[in-house]
């Protein structure tokens, strides 16, 4: 393991002043992270991968309700954090928590993501939209609402990836590829025929940092849609203040699983350089 990576978190070593808390089963959650730092390049942020007990995509809503539930008591409670908003940055834990969140934190300013089927509904010429998500995204009642609200405009095409996540969490490119390309396949013809699906919809914080495999097995013609950037343009508007300083923002990272995953993922992505400390929740 990596010497830099390995340190349990103590109070002294948290300099990061007033953060924007963001929260993913993993791993995923810095493609939100990274929309974030380019928006709000003078905010300092506390990133949270709850690695330890990922993936969320397979549980039940309960398990992803408890650990959204802990992790932003943890961020909330924790005197060195005190976190000024919160963005979950993971589409299960927001279809599964974040209704019950904003009831028992009214005071504080909690940012979602869902999956991008308004954006994709814009792009789309042929009306025939794939939806990769998780299988707990794809069965709330959140998901469902949305989606009926739209089947009237586009046909959705939804996949549920089990273990796309998990695959990309360990960075296996192997599975990456065998499961992107099961998935594609079994969603129908990408292209831009009429029938043929030429918006796909990234509804899992995870697959952008699949998105290079995906857009070699779908053309290049077909568009990927996430909700990186909205979710950021969001966060800024919904902030109850922002930061004074001229200087770029910090981050601390934290992880409940090992590490070192998130320590490589974050320097592999976003080239951030940070030592992550362990967390105990
Ligand atoms: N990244 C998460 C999402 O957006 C969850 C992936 C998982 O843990 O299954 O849904």
């Known amino acids: 393991m990596n010497s830099k ?5 103590r109070p002294e070593a948290a300099l990061v002043k007033h953060p924007i808390g963001v929260f993913d089963s993993g791993v995923g959650g810095l493609s ?6 380019a928006e709000l390049p003078h905010e300092n942020f506390v990133y949270v991968a709850d690695s330890g007990f990922a993936p969320y995509g397979e549980r039940d809503e309960g398990f ?6 802990v992790i932003t008591r943890h961020l909330l409670t924790q005197q060195h954090l005190a976190i000024k908003a919160l963005v979950i940055a993971c589409n299960t834990a927001t279809a599964a928590a974040i209704h019950l969140l904003r009831q028992e934190h009214p005071d504080l300013s909690i940012i979602g993501v869902e999956p991008a089927l308004k954006p994709a509904i814009v792009l789309s010429q042929t009306r025939h939209i794939g939806v990769m998500a998780t299988r707990g ?3 709330s009642q959140k998901f469902k609402t949305l989606l009926a609200s739209l089947a009237d405009q586009a046909q959705f095409i939804c996949q549920p990836c089990d273990g796309l996540a998990d695959a990309i969490e360990r960075h296996d490119t192997g599975k990456i590829i065998g499961l992107c390309g099961q998935y594609t396949r079994a969603m129908g013809q990408f292209g831009a025929m009429a029938g043929d699906i030429d918006t ?4 899992c914080t995870h697959y952008p940092f699949a998105s290079t495999c995906l ?3 779908v053309g290049p013609n077909v568009r990927l849609v996430d909700n990186g950037q909205p979710v950021a343009r969001q966060t800024r508007r919904m902030l ?3 930061s004074s300083h001229c200087a770029p923002g910090q981050c601390l990272l934290l992880s409940t699983g090992d590490p070192a995953t998130l320590h490589i993922a974050a320097r592999r992505w976003l080239g951030l350089e940070v030592p992550v400390k ?3 929740i």
């Not at 939100?32 to 730092?37: D, N, S, T, W």
């Not at 796909?200 to 509804?203: E, F, R």
């Open 64 to 69: 992803v309700l408890e650990r959204s539930r």
């Open 200 to 203: 796909l919809v990234l509804g």
């Open 240 to 242: 109850p203040s922002l």
């Open 137 to 139: 995204t794809l069965n």
């Open 5 to 9: 990576a390995s340190r349990f978190l």
């Open 215 to 217: 857009q070699a097995l």
């Open 32 to 37: 939100i992270l990274k929309a974030l730092r």
């Open 278 to 280: 362990c967390l105990l």
